[in-house]
Protein backbone atom coordinates (compact mmCIF):
# COMPACT_ATOMS: atom_id res chain seq x y z
CA UNK A 1 0.00 0.00 0.00
CA UNK A 2 1.15 3.65 -0.93
CA UNK A 3 0.89 6.08 1.98
CA UNK A 4 0.37 9.87 1.04
CA UNK A 5 1.82 12.52 3.06
CA UNK A 6 1.78 16.36 3.20
CA UNK A 7 4.73 18.37 4.47
CA UNK A 8 4.96 22.17 5.23
CA UNK A 9 8.19 23.93 3.89
CA UNK A 10 7.47 26.89 7.04
CA UNK A 11 9.97 29.71 7.14
CA UNK A 12 9.88 32.19 9.83
CA UNK A 13 12.77 35.10 10.28
CA UNK A 14 15.22 32.90 8.07
CA UNK A 15 14.77 29.50 10.14
CA UNK A 16 12.88 26.65 8.92
CA UNK A 17 10.49 24.62 10.95
CA UNK A 18 10.89 21.47 12.29
CA UNK A 19 10.34 18.70 13.81
CA UNK A 20 13.21 16.55 16.15
CA UNK A 21 13.82 12.78 16.20
CA UNK A 22 15.87 10.53 18.15
CA UNK A 23 16.41 7.34 17.50
CA UNK A 24 19.10 4.89 19.22
CA UNK A 25 21.69 7.54 19.38
CA UNK A 26 20.98 9.17 16.23
CA UNK A 27 19.13 12.84 16.12
CA UNK A 28 17.58 13.88 12.89
CA UNK A 29 15.12 16.45 11.50
CA UNK A 30 12.30 16.47 9.22
CA UNK A 31 9.00 18.33 8.10
CA UNK A 32 6.16 19.00 9.99
CA UNK A 33 3.14 16.75 8.62
CA UNK A 34 1.68 13.30 8.57
CA UNK A 35 -0.50 11.09 6.42
CA UNK A 36 -3.68 11.89 4.77
CA UNK A 37 -6.75 10.65 6.10
CA UNK A 38 -9.26 9.02 3.77
CA UNK A 39 -11.29 11.59 1.68
CA UNK A 40 -8.48 14.28 3.40
CA UNK A 41 -7.27 16.78 0.40
CA UNK A 42 -3.53 17.34 1.09
CA UNK A 43 -4.55 21.04 2.52
CA UNK A 44 -6.93 19.97 4.61
CA UNK A 45 -4.49 17.14 5.66
CA UNK A 46 -1.81 20.09 6.55
CA UNK A 47 -3.85 21.96 8.29
CA UNK A 48 -5.43 18.97 10.53
CA UNK A 49 -1.50 17.94 10.70
CA UNK A 50 -0.13 21.75 12.18
CA UNK A 51 -3.01 22.22 14.38
CA UNK A 52 -3.01 19.02 15.83
CA UNK A 53 0.63 18.39 16.32
CA UNK A 54 1.70 22.62 16.86
CA UNK A 55 -1.01 24.22 17.15
CA UNK A 56 -0.38 26.71 14.35
CA UNK A 57 -2.76 27.92 11.84
CA UNK A 58 -1.15 27.72 8.49
CA UNK A 59 -1.59 29.26 4.91
CA UNK A 60 -0.68 26.77 2.04
CA UNK A 61 1.07 27.95 -0.80
CA UNK A 62 2.94 26.56 -4.29
CA UNK A 63 4.44 22.91 -4.35
CA UNK A 64 8.00 22.60 -4.01
CA UNK A 65 8.87 19.05 -4.04
CA UNK A 66 7.45 15.87 -4.27
CA UNK A 67 9.56 13.27 -2.55
CA UNK A 68 9.26 9.40 -2.78
CA UNK A 69 10.51 7.48 0.29
CA UNK A 70 10.83 3.40 -0.41
CA UNK A 71 12.12 0.93 2.54
CA UNK A 72 11.37 -2.50 2.06
CA UNK A 73 12.98 -3.57 4.89
CA UNK A 74 9.96 -1.87 6.94
CA UNK A 75 7.78 -2.57 4.18
CA UNK A 76 6.83 1.21 3.43
CA UNK A 77 6.19 2.95 0.46
CA UNK A 78 5.22 6.81 0.90
CA UNK A 79 5.21 9.66 -1.43
CA UNK A 80 5.33 12.97 0.12
CA UNK A 81 3.80 16.13 -0.93
CA UNK A 82 6.32 19.62 0.32
CA UNK A 83 3.79 22.72 0.56
CA UNK A 84 5.38 26.76 0.78
CA UNK A 85 3.64 27.47 3.66
CA UNK A 86 3.41 30.22 6.02
CA UNK A 87 1.90 30.98 9.45
CA UNK A 88 -1.47 32.91 9.65
CA UNK A 89 0.22 35.11 12.59
CA UNK A 90 3.63 35.03 14.04
CA UNK A 91 4.84 31.80 16.16
CA UNK A 92 5.94 33.26 19.35
CA UNK A 93 5.72 29.78 21.01
CA UNK A 94 6.49 25.89 19.62
CA UNK A 95 4.70 22.94 21.79
CA UNK A 96 3.69 19.84 20.51
CA UNK A 97 0.10 18.37 21.86
CA UNK A 98 0.40 15.58 20.55
CA UNK A 99 3.71 14.00 19.71
CA UNK A 100 4.83 11.28 17.44
CA UNK A 101 6.68 8.51 18.46
CA UNK A 102 10.46 8.93 18.34
CA UNK A 103 10.10 12.75 18.52
CA UNK A 104 12.09 14.68 21.26
CA UNK A 105 11.58 18.32 19.97
CA UNK A 106 9.95 21.24 17.46
CA UNK A 107 13.04 23.74 16.81
CA UNK A 108 13.78 26.56 14.49
CA UNK A 109 17.09 25.66 12.14
CA UNK A 110 18.53 28.40 10.67
CA UNK A 111 18.57 28.13 6.54
CA UNK A 112 22.36 29.25 6.21
CA UNK A 113 23.31 26.27 8.62
CA UNK A 114 21.14 23.89 6.88
CA UNK A 115 23.07 21.88 5.51
CA UNK A 116 24.75 20.94 8.95
CA UNK A 117 21.46 19.19 9.94
CA UNK A 118 20.65 15.55 9.27
CA UNK A 119 16.82 16.70 7.90
CA UNK A 120 14.57 14.54 5.80
CA UNK A 121 14.07 14.78 2.56
CA UNK A 122 18.42 15.05 2.71
CA UNK A 123 17.93 15.42 -1.28
CA UNK A 124 16.00 18.86 -0.23
CA UNK A 125 18.76 20.26 1.06
CA UNK A 126 20.96 21.40 -1.90
CA UNK A 127 17.72 22.91 -3.54
CA UNK A 128 17.19 25.46 -0.34
CA UNK A 129 19.60 27.50 -1.06
CA UNK A 130 18.64 28.29 -5.01
CA UNK A 131 14.76 28.34 -4.00
CA UNK A 132 15.49 30.71 -1.54
CA UNK A 133 18.37 33.11 -2.50
CA UNK A 134 17.94 33.14 -5.75
CA UNK A 135 14.34 32.41 -6.59
CA UNK A 136 14.93 30.43 -9.14
CA UNK A 137 13.20 27.05 -10.48
CA UNK A 138 14.60 23.74 -8.80
CA UNK A 139 14.19 20.35 -9.55
CA UNK A 140 10.38 19.33 -7.98
CA UNK A 141 10.57 15.62 -7.97
CA UNK A 142 13.01 15.20 -5.34
CA UNK A 143 13.20 10.77 -6.56
CA UNK A 144 13.50 7.97 -4.46
CA UNK A 145 14.97 8.69 -0.67
CA UNK A 146 16.11 6.65 1.54
Not at 74 to 85: A, G, L, P, S, V
Request: net charge negative.
Amino acid sequence: MIRTTGRAFLIQDSNLLAVRYKDKDKVYYALPGGGQEKFESLHSNLQREYQEELGIDIQIGELLFVREWIDKEQNIHQIEFIFKCSPLVKVLKLESEIPDGNQIGIEWLPLMDIMSYHIYPLEMREHLHTLIQRNTKVPIYLGEGK
